[in-house]
């Protein structure tokens, strides 16, 4: 098992870019989860993917969006940057439920 | 809506047990529970649904009173690996539903 991988592991960006954010689902995983983490809070749920279509969403914006591949690999997109959405960003795949998620370490979003 | 987690944190000697609960004032599908060191991500440790059993596996185990839609895990006989924070996320439906954390309970473990 390779795990599920992140890139960058650092970003600093300035309010009103955009900006892409990667991850690499587990071998195997057919469903892929976006998350918010801010500094000494619980993940948030931004969105869900399942065999490249969204079905399941939290309370973000429009302006988050997402993409996933044939691969089941992943991109969160966030236009219109502002400082609130400085956080830890979480990319998290499982196979079909009910099994836990596996989680990768992360992308540390600034935003300046 | 936030599952509410008790106690926020707690400080323990090597091998002493401890008790981490989760409630939820709505009716739930699942409840997963992970574990997230400073800087790692979260991991898993297990997942409870409703009308499952008990789940444990070797010093650690949790239950989900369906009833009263509290789930508490269960840390016995502490390690020192066992520190950081414990979080747990519910999910009402068995769909697409995300998880929705909780604010987390800081496990410190001292030799």
């Known amino acids: 098992e390779t795990g599920v991988t992140q890139s960058p592991t650092h970003l600093i960006k300035t309010r009103g870019q955009q900006v892409t954010l990667r991850c690499s689902s587990q071998s195997g995983h057919n469903t892929v989860s976006w998350y918010q983490q801010a500094l000494g809070q619980g993940p948030q749920f931004i969105f869900q993917?399942?065999?490249?279509?969204?079905?399941g969403r939290g309370n973000f914006p429009p302006r988050f969006s997402g993409l996933q591949f044939p691969n089941y690999s992943s991109e969160l997109n966030v236009n219109a940057l502002e400082l609130d959405d400085s956080a830890l960003y979480l990319c998290?795949?499982?196979?079909?439920?009910?099994?836990?998620?596996?989680f990768g370490s992360g992308t540390r979003l600034t935003v300046v | 809506q936030q599952p509410v987690q008790s106690p926020q944190a707690v400080i323990l000697r090597e091998g002493e047990d401890a008790v981490i609960n989760c409630s939820s004032s709505?009716?739930?599908?699942?409840v997963h529970w992970y574990r997230q060191k400073h800087g790692e991500a979260p991991v898993f440790l297990m997942i409870?649904?409703?009308?499952?059993e008990q789940k444990g596996h070797d010093k650690i185990s949790a239950s989900f009173n369906e009833k009263k839609q509290q789930s508490s895990l269960y840390l016995t006989a502490s390690q020192l690996s066992y520190s950081g924070t414990y979080f747990c996320g519910t999910q009402r439906g068995g769909g697409a539903d995300g998880l929705t954390f909780g604010k987390g309970t800081h496990l410190i473990i001292q030799p």
């Open positions: 993917y399942y065999r490249e279509e969204e079905n």
């Open positions: 709505k009716a739930l599908y699942s």
């Open positions: 998290a795949s499982s196979s079909d439920r009910p099994y836990g998620y596996t």
């Open positions: 409870l649904l409703k009308g499952g």
